[in-house]
């Protein structure tokens, strides 16, 4: 059974992207694997590779702890076919859902828990993807 702040962080998630596919998948403690399918990583990456899912775990202690790390698919490429910059390493596992994948290190060492939300961490997140590190 989801914590009632975790289930609210996953349902500001369903409401923002309300037009894809969010997956949750209980942990066992109060937390869950998440995964929001499909969404758009930018023009950095290549049109094959660029509509990807992205996974994350809200863990029990949320708002108190960080959404960390993020995962994408694992074939991601960028366009000018350079290596991923510091913060995106893999292939590896993102062990909620059993996906192949790019993990992607923003980590929010000072953060606020009233204020910084599971979906304010995904968008920002989403937004250093963009950039094309």
Not at 34 to 43: F, S
Not at 49 to 61: A, D, E, K, L, Y
Not at 107 to 129: C, F, G, I, Q, Y
Request: net charge neutral.
């Amino acid at each position: 059974m989801l914590t009632p702040s975790v289930a609210q962080g996953i349902g500001e998630i369903r409401r923002q992207y309300h037009m894809c596919t969010v997956l949750c998948k209980e942990d066992g403690q109060g937390g869950a694997y998440v995964v929001v399918d499909a969404v758009d990583l930018g023009d950095a990456y290549t049109p094959e590779t660029r509509q990807s899912w992205i996974g994350f775990h809200v863990g029990f202690q949320y708002p108190f702890s960080d959404i960390y790390p993020h995962f994408v698919r694992f074939d991601l490429q960028r366009v000018d076919k350079r290596p991923f910059g510091t913060g995106m390493s893999g292939p590896m596992q993102f062990v909620g859902f059993g996906r192949d994948a790019v993990q992607l290190s923003r980590r929010s060492n000072h953060r606020d828990p009233t204020t910084e939300t599971a979906l304010l961490k995904l968008l920002k997140v989403l937004d250093w993807v963009r950039a094309g590190p």
